[in-house]
């Protein structure tokens, strides 16, 4: 697919608040998804939002969706030294059975 | 809690040699699909399936092959491995439609030399 853009490097102190920004590129996408990978695990799905809806919150996270930008971002309150990790930006594909087309992944790093 | 299983989790093998990676789920997913992720983290869908004996090419052109043979089950086969192939192969499954959960196995690491 064509390129979702992320920002490779986001560094937090503990306590603050983290924001990863996304900008997509098919505007027929149905979902839009985060999802987090430790270091040698699998990805993890953190969060999605159907593309009619501008936010969604769920605990910590906050996700913020311009449709008509293609602009996605994922904020994290409290941000924890549990957090580190990489981070990725997804859009589903609808001509290919809804797999999913990722960003390049933000590696976030919380210090305490 | 996803139930999807990926074996072996890490392979070392020499060029040349024939392997298959296995990927299983238990949740009844129509769907499934495998993706490579590359040294740099990046992902790439190489193959995907919406059910018993569909399979379907992915974005990332590349030399293995699947099957589809049960529900529960999408394997990954490498004829004849090289040191290109050296990755991570992450399974993931969905239902059916525009279901939006795809959930991740915790994927096979390559490494070919």
């Known amino acids: 697919g064509e390129d979702v853009e992320q920002s490779l490097f986001l560094s937090v102190r503990e306590g603050d608040s983290s924001v990863i920004n996304c900008t997509y590129t098919d505007s027929s996408s149905t979902y839009l998804y985060w999802y987090k990978q430790e270091p040698g695990a699998g990805l993890q799905l953190l969060t999605y939002?159907?593309?009619?809806?501008d936010m969604k919150q769920d605990q910590r996270l906050t996700v913020l969706l311009n449709k008509k930008d293609k602009h996605l971002s994922l904020r994290i309150a409290d941000t924890q030294t549990g957090d580190s990790a990489i981070y990725f930006c997804a859009e589903s594909l609808l001509n290919s059975g809804y797999a999913l087309n990722f960003g390049k992944g933000t590696s976030l790093l919380v210090t305490p | 809690e996803a139930d999807i299983y990926q074996t072996p989790r890490y392979l070392v093998i020499g060029t040349g040699k024939k392997i298959t990676l296995e990927c299983s789920q238990t949740?009844?997913?129509?769907?499934m699909y495998w993706y490579q992720q590359d040294p740099g983290m990046e992902l790439h869908l190489i193959h995907y399936?919406?059910?018993?004996?569909?399979?379907e090419k992915g974005d990332l052109s590349s030399e293995s092959t699947v099957s589809r043979i049960r529900t529960e089950h999408f394997p990954l086969t490498l004829e004849s491995a090289r040191p290109s192939h050296t990755s991570q192969y992450l399974c993931?499954?969905?239902?059916?439609?525009?279901?939006?959960?795809?959930?991740f196995g915790p994927g096979t690491r390559l490494t070919v030399t």
């Open positions: 399936s919406y059910g018993v004996n569909s399979t």
């Open positions: 939002i159907f593309s009619n809806m």
């Open positions: 993931a499954s969905s239902e059916s439609g525009q279901a939006p959960e795809q959930y």
């Open positions: 949740m009844g997913h129509d769907k």
